[in-house]
């Protein structure tokens, strides 16, 4: 029995193993960190049967991380929700060794090499969106800026067609919106689903009607650039190619997964800046720490809460037996909050070492390490550093509306005002 033998059961008992907490309960919705904080010092391993299936929530930074780097303990066959769920084709459903083999496939694509080439134009489309609204005096930053950069990242990434831009922009916005309207999710997965089908073939059919030998590489020549086409034409380790219905889902997952989590990442950060002004004043003065400051983010507002595990056999932490098949949720909000690990950390920081704040758990750690991070990243900082760059004075100027999936963490609607006449153009 994996843990009996090993620190996690030396960790600590949990102290109130019937502490009330309901990770769907509207007080824990509104602010997750309260809880978690009684959670991580009264008890870190919280049972609760108030879902749909009984559910494990592991609080302390130590014992998610260790659960991150135990992929033979912990396996994704079910899926990250609360539901056992075994979508074959999303990335996040695989163990090893097939979770590696998929990886290495795709990491070419997310290499920091590689989305720099986006840089550019990431930017350019920044200050055409703000080029829509500076006139207004307000503006919802959800809508009209942190949700079109990043699907424009992504259609880059991709190598969609600018034809279908925009269309391909559509569906990433139903998909986002599948806890709240459900019959669009399902319709955009589907038309997401026949699209990409679509492309991979034809893609595969330009090489097979081409004078390409399998020793070529036929990408950026026979065919365009980017991930539909690695994925596309590209075999995998084993000789064999990805089955199109596969390399559909798994891009749909990683529409899904980097559109709304940069896109809270964007939001979260220009919140706590507009929380705490002297945070804004400092970056200003030293426009360097952009990059500090969505790291701190990442750590303070991780867009995600937490995701779940199954164990694949029974396991002990702090003493409470959690049998084999459980469902448990690492809760990566709570542990970028250990006070075991960061300094003063319920306190938002531009200016903390990025040695201490990368330490955050926001992408995962270990062999399911966010393949996006980077991606993610240079997206969020240009959308920070474009936005202040373009307005001297920013000001929220309503209470915010949190994003509606309760295992998610972003603002929906952030409405912000200026003072025209300092609006550098």
């Known amino acids: 029995m994996a843990g009996l033998n090993g620190k996690h059961n030396n960790l600590g008992k949990a102290l109130e193993p019937d502490l009330e907490y309901d990770p769907v309960g509207q007080e824990v919705l ?112 959800h809508d009209n800026y942190a949700l079109p950069l990043p699907v424009k990242a992504f259609i880059e990434l991709m190598g969609i067609p600018d034809e279908d831009s925009n269309q391909f922009k559509s569906w990433a916005d139903d998909l986002t919106l599948g806890m709240t309207y459900p019959e669009r999710s399902r319709d955009a997965r589907k038309a997401l689903s026949s699209f990409t089908q679509e492309l991979v073939i034809q893609r595969r059919e330009m090489v097979a009607d081409s004078d390409y030998t399998p020793d070529q590489d036929p990408v950026g020549d026979v065919v365009p650039e980017g991930l539909i086409s690695h994925l596309a034409c590209h075999p995998l380790e084993d000789g064999t190619y990805m089955p199109d219905a596969e390399v559909a889902s798994m891009i749909g997952q990683l529409l899904v997964a980097g559109h709304e989590t940069t896109t809270s990442l964007i939001t979260n950060t220009l919140w706590r800046l507009l929380l705490n002004p002297d945070q804004m004043t400092m970056i200003r003065e030293t426009p360097a720490l952009v990059a500090n400051a969505i790291e701190e983010s990442l750590r303070f507002d ?10 694949n ?29 960061f300094e003063s950390p319920d306190k938002f920081k531009v200016d903390r070492a990025l040695i201490e704040t990368k330490r955050h758990l926001s992408f995962g750690w270990g062999s399911h390490f966010c393949l996006g991070a980077h991606l993610a990243r ?43 006449s300092s609006l550098n153009c």
């Open 302 to 311: 991780p867009p995600v809460l937490g995701l779940c595990k199954t164990n």
């Open 313 to 341: 056999e029974p396991v002990v932490y702090h003493d409470v037996n959690i049998p084999e098949n459980s469902k448990v949720m690492v809760l990566y909000a709570s542990a970028n909050r250990d006070p075991d690990v």
């Open 30 to 141: 509104e602010d997750p960190m309260p809880a978690y904080a009684q959670l991580r010092q009264h008890c870190p391993v919280h049972h609760f049967s108030g879902l749909e299936n009984p559910m494990y929530s592991f609080a302390r930074y130590e014992d998610v991380q260790s659960v991150l780097l135990d992929p033979q303990t912990w396996s994704n066959r079910y899926g990250p929700g609360i539901s056992y769920d075994r979508n074959v084709g999303d990335l996040q459903r695989y163990d090893p060794p097939d979770h590696q083999v998929r990886r290495r496939f795709l990491r070419a694509q997310f290499l920091p090499r590689t989305v720099s080439a986006f840089e550019p134009a990431i930017r350019k489309l920044a200050h055409n969106l703000i080029d829509s609204f500076q006139n207004d005096g307000r503006v919802e930053i």
């Open 378 to 420: 240079q997206t969020g900082g240009i959308a920070l550093a474009v936005l202040l760059e373009r307005f001297d004075q920013l000001q929220l100027l309503e209470p915010t509306k949190r994003v509606t999936p309760p295992f998610l963490w972003g603002r929906r609607k952030i409405t912000v005002t200026w003072d025209g």
